[in-house]
């Protein structure tokens, strides 16, 4: 089991941007995946995007061209930079792990409004 622990969630109006941050306590270059999930309640988690330890990335189509995910080893950290946010993406977002340990962490909220 890894330990993750998301940040960087807050207010922003729409249109504005955020970089949330996942800080895992392993070293992640041996996690073969992480990912970043939001989910609103009352509906599925689901996937905004995914990082694996090659350095490839998966983005939904929702969200292709204004997010980007990112890691950096040395830091035991994984990064999700938002632009362009819309009301809709609202959520709770969470950061996973995959391989050969896994993992959720807590949960960051974040809020479009304006």
């Known amino acids: 089991q890894v330990q993750l622990v998301e940040s960087g969630g807050g207010l922003v109006q729409p249109g504005g941007s955020l970089r949330l941050s996942c800080t895992a306590s392993?070293?992640?270059?041996?996690?073969?995946?992480m990912g970043w999930y939001r989910q609103v309640p009352g509906k599925q988690r689901e996937l905004v995007a995914v990082?694996?330890?090659?350095?490839?990335?998966n983005y939904a189509d929702s969200v292709k061209g204004r997010f980007t995910i990112s890691r950096d080893n040395a830091k035991n950290t994984v990064y999700l930079q938002m632009n362009s946010l819309k009301y809709e993406e609202t959520a709770e977002y969470y950061c996973?792990?995959?391989?050969?340990?896994?993992?959720w962490g807590q949960g960051t909220q974040v809020t479009v409004s304006s």
């Open positions: 990082i694996t330890t090659g350095g490839n990335t």
């Open positions: 996973n792990a995959v391989g050969p340990v896994t993992g």
């Open positions: 392993v070293r992640i270059f041996s996690i073969n995946a």
